[in-house]
């Protein structure tokens, strides 16, 4: 990433929650708390599907796999936050900015991609029950698993790339508590046609165009249970499907939030607090208490643990 010949700023002063002077220490330990909760908590749910056999299944595949992205994801952002809240220096290095930048942006839009194949798992499984395990095959799974991966990696790559050639001469200072697009790209003091072309088909690629397939599997699902004739078979299906449905709408409803609350205000990092570490944190206890095998695996680990004792 080269940016010597075509910037003046070495650096960027992460505001965070400076103004909030003594409230920051007691603010440092909640959040390292529910750093560690949400690691713990995601990290747990990732055992208990690699150990126990009756959840190697596409459908548990994709919830381990979205929780190694929930870690990876708070670990791109809650550490330097971490040290910001405690450190008198609030800069982070322009490379660190946009590593920071490129590692959150790939993680979220590699989140997007893999909640519209889960929506899409679901829609095979209730619409084609008969065909989902010859078609759901492991292949077909390694497939979808690294692929939500790629195309979010490498969309968010040329986004970033095009964003750091960009002329930084100063201000410097970013009133957030991570380097965000939006943030960043507001503090260049050239602005590029192209820049900001690529930029607009990287979120539409990266969010907008999972969402609506995420809702529009979703939305055919709803329409195949609401056909079944079984009140049993509707029970089953809608009780598999709102855990999923929970965990989606929760990612995008408060990314929609985000996104639409005035930049630099309290409000506006407070609701990003909300998405880059409660949402993670909330997931691993959304499937433990409401998805019944998950339960049955704590149950038995719990047992096993107690009868080896």
Not at 23 to 40: D, R, T
Not at 140 to 167: D, M, Q, R
Request: charged share 15%; net charge positive.
């Amino acid at each position: 990433m080269e940016y010597a010949n075509n910037t003046a700023v070495e650096k960027f002063i992460l505001l965070a929650f400076s103004d909030l002077y003594q409230l920051q220490i007691p603010l440092f330990f909640v959040i390292l708390l529910v750093y560690i909760i949400c690691v713990f908590g995601n990290f747990l749910i990732i055992l208990l599907v690699v150990a126990e056999p009756s959840l190697h299944t596409p459908m548990y595949l994709f919830i381990s796999e979205l929780n190694v992205l929930e870690i990876l994801y708070v670990s791109c952002i809650i550490p330097n936050l971490l040290a910001n809240l405690i450190a008198d220096k609030k800069s982070i290095s322009f490379i660190g900015c946009f590593i920071q930048l490129f590692g959150h942006s790939a993680l979220g839009s590699t989140e997007c991609y893999l909640l519209a194949v889960m929506a899409f798992d679901r829609d095979l499984a209730i619409n084609k029950p008969l065909h989902y395990s010859t078609i759901m095959n492991k292949e077909f799974c390694v497939i979808f698993a690294v692929l939500p991966w790629i195309v979010g990696f490498i969309n968010i790559l040329i986004s970033t790339v095009f964003t750091a050639k960009l002329e930084f001469c100063g201000p410097n200072e970013i009133n957030h508590f991570l380097c965000d697009v939006p943030f960043v790209q507001s503090l260049a003091c050239s602005r590029s046609l192209i820049t900001e072309v690529v930029i607009t088909v990287g979120v539409f690629c990266g969010a907008v165009l999972p969402f609506v397939a995420t809702v529009g599997f979703y939305t055919h699902v709803i329409i195949v249970i609401l056909k079944m004739n079984s009140a049993e078979s509707k029970k089953k299906a809608f009780s598999t499907l709102s855990i999923h449905l929970t965990v989606a709408g929760l990612y995008y409803i408060t990314v929609i939030i985000v996104y639409t609350v005035p930049k630099g205000t309290h409000f506006y990092k407070f609701f990003g607090l909300i998405y880059a570490v409660i949402v993670p944190l909330m997931n691993p206890f959304i499937y433990a208490f409401r998805n019944k095998d998950i339960k049955k695996a704590l149950i038995k680990s719990r047992r096993l643990k107690l009868w080896q004792g």
